[in-house]
T-cell receptor, first 116, second 114 residues
Framework: EAGVAQSPRYKIIEKRQSVAFWCNPI?????LYWYQQILGQGPKLLIQ????????DSQLPKDRFSAERLKGVDSTLKIQPAKLEDSAVYLC??????????????FGPGTRLTVL | AQTVTQSQPEMSVQEAETVTLSCTYD???????LFWYKQPPSRQMILVIR??????QNATENRFSVNFQKAAKSFSLKISDSQLGDAAMYFC???????????FGAGTRLTVKP
């Protein structure tokens, strides 16, 4: 079974530029998560999708971050414009069912973003 | 607000020995789940073990076991017979029942010495 795919693996941009990350979840997984992991910290949930609808985006900085999951499969996360503090690893995860009893989230390899 | 604290930024263990990683959490909920995730240098997070708060029995997965102390809000991970492949960042995480937002601790970097 293929895992969660993410691209690109690395991205370096200058502040005020735009950047987009792509995630392809495990086939059949209805729920998709985007996390931000700043160096030295644990992952922080940015947004969660159930199929193509947003379930929770309370921690997404909506003035500069946006995400979509058209057709309920792939997802993109965009930052526009980027700030220095956005430097982090962006992790995508997927799971079979929203809120199921302790159901497991499967993580992708992440995209390491460096903002100069 | 729920918080997860891992007080050991780094730990080391000799190969084949046992190590315990600590985690405490703060919550007013009675129904929740606790997790330990492993993140090797490649950055792919992998679930190691999980514990349902309503279960008194400590979870075990092969060489990995937990010591869940609900009253003390403590959730430690014990790794027995440590192997070189166990070297990684370990994150403790908390999730309320029927919720999706998982809270992670800051992580513990485990080094395994041959």
């Amino acid at each position: 079974e293929a895992g969660v795919a993410q691209s690109p693996r690395y991205k370096i941009i200058e502040k005020r530029q735009s950047v987009a990350f792509w995630c392809n979840p495990i086939s059949g997984h209805a729920t998709l998560y985007w996390y931000q992991q700043i160096l030295g910290q644990g992952p922080k949930l940015l947004i969660q999708f159930q199929n193509n609808g947003v379930v929770d985006d309370s921690q997404l900085p909506k003035d500069r971050f946006s995400a979509e999951r058209l057709k309920g499969v792939d997802s993109t996360l965009k930052i526009q414009p980027a700030k220095l503090e956005d430097s982090a690893v962006y992790l995508c995860a997927s799971s079979q069912t929203q809120g199921a009893l302790g159901n497991e989230q499967f993580f992708g390899p992440g995209t390491r973003l460096t903002v100069l | 607000a729920q918080t997860v604290t891992q007080s050991q930024p780094e730990m080391s263990v000799q190969e084949a020995e046992t190590v315990t990683l600590s985690c405490t959490y703060d919550t007013s909920e009675s129904d929740y789940y606790l997790f330990w995730y492993k993140q090797p240098p490649s950055r792919q997070m992998i679930l190691v073990i999980r514990q349902e708060a309503y279960k008194q029995q400590n979870a075990t997965e092969n060489r990995f076991s937990v010591n869940f102390q609900k009253a003390a809000k403590s959730f430690s991970l014990k790794i027995s017979d440590s192997q070189l492949g166990d070297a990684a960042m370990y994150f403790c995480a908390y999730r309320r029942s029927r919720r999706y937002d998982m809270r992670f601790g800051a992580g513990t970097r485990l080094t395994v010495k041959p």
